[in-house]
Each structure stands twice: as C-alpha cells, then as structure tokens.
C-alpha cells in the first residue's frame, strides 16, 4: 500500500517477483480490505495512517459499546472483528513513511497475531532502520548545511568518488 514513486514500492515489488512471488495492488479504502481478504498477502508494508485509522476504529467500537456490555467483552469482540480484515495468511507488517504510533503498533501486533516492523527511511532511498536501529552498512552522520538553501554543496560531497555511491544530505 505505498504509492509507486517511493523507492521502497520499486525495490519491494522487483524482489519479490525476482524471488517467484507474488505480487498484488490494492485499491484504497474501503475497497483495499476486500483486495487484501482476496489477495491473502504474507507480508504488508503500508504507511501508519493505513493502521491509525483502523486502531481509532476499534477505540470507536469500544467507546459505542451496547449497554451492559462490558469495556473487557467489547474490546474482545471489536479485536476478533478485525482480526481477519488482511486475509489469513500475514506474517508481518511494516509501517513507514511517517512516525508510528506505539499504540498503533502495538495494538496491529495484538489484533493481527504478527510481529509489526516500523521502518525509517527516505523515499529515494529506502529504509536505513527498522524498529529504531540502522541498519548494516548504513552510515549516517550530520553534515554542515549552508544557512542559505541556494548555496549548494559542491558534488564532491555529495559522491564518494572511490566508490562511486551518493551520500545523500538532509
């Protein structure tokens, strides 16, 4: 559920059809769970938004919960109700593209049954961390930025020559 232009869509979809997967586009919502229920992923990479909106569903159900029908039972019964919602066949999610919710997360972890991997990166590049730690290989490092954003930084710092690989600054 990331839009095509993020680099992370490009390299997630070559993979997995390079590795004999399968690969499936969903509409967006309401139509994106009845996709997911047909298409049975194994594993969703998405925005946290995705997962926001379903966890204030829940809180919603919970808060309009018949009378008499206790905070515990209606909690359970809203949780069984989006259990299913993504097919049966997940193993993971990973949210990224914008900060995730420690509420979210953990409610997606209790609601699904599957781990929840919150992954931190650029669009051009990717993720560089998941759940906080960067990942192998990644250096990063602050760099001085010109006061002035038309001043530009000469491309020797931008290209590390000896390997041929961009250093990209922010």
Do not use: M
Not at 7 to 16: A, F, H, I, P, S
Not at 97 to 113: L, Q
Not at 163 to 168: D, E, H, N, R
């Amino acid at each position: 559920w990331l839009p095509s232009a993020w680099g992370t869509d490009r390299v997630l979809v070559w993979n997995t059809l390079q590795c004999g997967g399968r690969v499936g586009f969903a509409r967006k919502p309401p139509g994106l769970f009845e996709d997911a229920r047909e298409l049975g992923p194994l594993d969703i990479v998405s925005p946290p938004a995705v997962f926001d909106e379903l966890f204030a569903e829940y809180q919603n159900r919970v808060r309009r919960r018949e009378p008499g029908l206790g905070e515990a039972r209606a909690a359970a019964e809203a949780l069984a109700s989006f259990h299913n919602l993504l097919g049966p066949r997940l193993r993971y999610l990973t949210l990224g593209g914008a900060p995730v919710s420690p509420a979210t997360a953990a409610w997606a972890k209790r609601c699904f049954g599957v781990e929840v991997f919150e992954s931190y990166g650029t669009t051009e590049t990717t993720g560089i961390a998941t759940n906080g730690r960067i990942e192998e290989g990644v250096e990063v490092r602050v760099v001085h930025r010109p006061a002035d954003p038309r001043e530009r930084l000469p491309v020797e710092e931008l290209l590390d020559r000896e390997t041929g690989s961009a250093k990209f600054v922010y």
